[in-house]
T-cell receptor, first 113, second 113 residues
């Protein structure tokens, strides 16, 4: 289920199921998007990225989909494992001299054994 | 070596104390970043250094003072902090400002009493 407001949106899945984490980004000029995984007590860890001239990119067990029409990004994790439990942030970046990363609000993925 | 290290891991300081956070990378990256992350929130950019020069200051209060003594090191000097400054302080680096992928350190958990 999901909860919002004072709490992080949470996605609860069973081990072995596929997970889909969604993100809405804000700037139509953003040309690069990244998914980060942040485990408790650690810094964000790069998972996968996609440029704005693509709509899909696959990694090992992860796929990122980009829909520029509705400014939507998703992360699909296949065969979710307990080690996937973490907070997942999408981030957008637009070019120019600064390349600032703008993070989304984050989703807590809880994998039930 | 794709690691960004940060010290200390935890820091508790009073409002009248002066302390420093340290960050180090040996990837030859020329852009380094400080982010602040409150609980259950995404990281927020504070400062960006490029080739050891301050490139971006996101209107951060002067009680936070960054320093980049060389291309591998980034410090954040803290003085007269407030309890609301308690947060996880993350350091990151990238090849340069034009590079998209940022590598994050594990962070320093700061508590201001």
């Amino acid at each position: 289920g999901e909860s919002v407001g004072l709490h992080l949106p949470t996605l609860s899945v069973q081990e072995g199921d596929n997970s889909i984490i969604n993100c809405a980004y804000s700037n139509s000029a953003s040309d690069y998007f990244i998914w980060y995984k942040q485990e408790s007590g650690k810094g964000p860890q790069f998972i996968i990225d996609i440029r704005s001239n693509m709509d899909k990119r696959q990694g090992q067990r992860v796929t990122v989909l980009l829909n520029k029409t509705v400014k939507h990004l998703s992360l699909q994790i296949a065969a979710t494992q307990p080690g996937d439990s973490a907070v997942y942030f999408c981030a957008e970046q637009y070019g120019g001299a600064t390349n600032k990363l703008i993070f989304g609000t984050g989703t807590l993925l809880a994998v039930q054994p | 070596d794709t690691e960004v290290t940060q010290t200390p891991k935890h820091l508790v300081m009073g409002m009248t104390n002066k302390k420093s956070l340290k960050c180090e990378q040996h990837m030859g990256h020329r852009a380094m970043y400080w982010y602040k992350q409150k609980a259950k929130k995404p990281p927020e950019l504070m400062f960006v250094y490029s080739y050891e020069k301050l490139s971006i200051n996101e209107s951060v209060p002067s009680r936070f003072s960054p320093e980049c003594p060389n291309s591998s090191l980034l410090n954040l000097h803290l003085h007269a902090l407030q309890p609301e400054d308690s947060a996880l302080y993350l350091c990151a680096s990238s090849q340069d400002l034009g590079s998209y992928e940022q590598y994050f350190g594990p962070g320093t958990r700061l508590t201001v009493t």
